[in-house]
């Protein structure tokens, strides 16, 4: 039995690992290249493998750098069964649509600029993609291949996330592989905290954080109460990009929550991005996966998502009436300012001193969120150029990602049992760094593979 590491590998993006066996191929995840165009659009377009031999993909969330190339693999061959949890599976059309129409619209530019290529993949490769999916409840044990069984464990990273538990016969012997996928945190707003590992012979775990610490004691919601009320004293809009899955739910519920408790006055709150609201309308369907802080909202006959003030926009003739709305929160996507809605909420709220821009989270470099976080007076927004007036002002957000600390502690327990560990899903400073740290935990046989690094499970 073999792994080959074909994305995610000393980088961040692009989560592919091929386990091969008497079995049959398994592909875990399928993501999507991001960030530096030219070099991902080529990986992207060429996957390193045989799509048409792969026997079986097991899927750990619906995040792009995870499951964004499955419909290109559908386009290249594949026609076998997709297996991952239920809320996933829902996600799922969200992310993949949403990335088909990112795909045409990247096609369209790269036409404009003089290069006639074809997109990633469109629509119809979506929907023969979600055609295949067998979704699977967590906890419940489900073949994928003769000899090959899977099992789901809350990952507590974003809806559907799973610890990916895999049990593989080859030649007569038994063998748990357990994939972490991206390795969420205790006490995220809304989710459930990642479950216990069970023990294993082989570990493939995630690093994104595998030299870092998370700030202690990020309390977005106090943040959040803090900014609200100051920022409201001279009236004004509040405007707060957002992501799409998971951020903007986790603020509409600090909002609720504090509108509630009396801690900030209720002011009418918008949530304007088709995709935000189409998420929240997911996450509203799988009540059973919220945390037991949040199921509370619900068994006393109020809800997280949708309570008395909060509103959905529903059209662009209705995000475009939101001009003339002077005082009210503004929840919209993207959340760095690069794209969406939030755009245009900008160009009417830049120039006046008594609106903010509350930015939530990390902003990467470069973003328009950065750069007028950055204190940049004027900023050009779809073509024109406006003065920055407004303040702008920053809340920590709470990473969906366990640091190396709290990574250490979901897996340490491992290293009893545990023959082989492969670290990915880090760059290679912090790949290298958490390989270190297990290995003086008493893990034998760490590696981190590079792009194309195959090893034969012992
Ligand atoms: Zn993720």
Redesign the pocket.
Known sequence: MRVTFWGAARTVTGSKHLLTGSSGTVLLDCGLFQGHRAESEARNRALPFNSAAIDAVVLS?A?I??CGSLPRLVRDGFDRAIHCTEATESMLRLMLMDSAKIQAQDAEYLRRKGHEVEPLYDERDVERTLRLVRSVPYHRRAEVLPGVAVEFLDAG??LG?AIVVLDVEHERQQRRVVFTG?HGRKNLPILRDPEHIPACDVLITESTYGDRLHEERVDMEAALERAVLEEHRDGGRLLIPAFAVGRTQAVVLFLGRLMESGRIPRLPVFVDSPMSREATRIMAGYPDLYDDETRAILRRGEHPFYFAGVRYVADVEESKSLNGVREAIIVSASGMCESGRILHHLKHSLDRPQDCLLLVGFQAQGTLGRRLLDGERRARILGVEYDVRCRVRFVPGLS?HADYRELLGFTEHLSRTCRQTFVVHGESPSAESFADKLRAHGFARVEVPSQGDRFELV
């Open positions: 969330h995040h750098d995870h990273h974003i996330a991206d969906a």
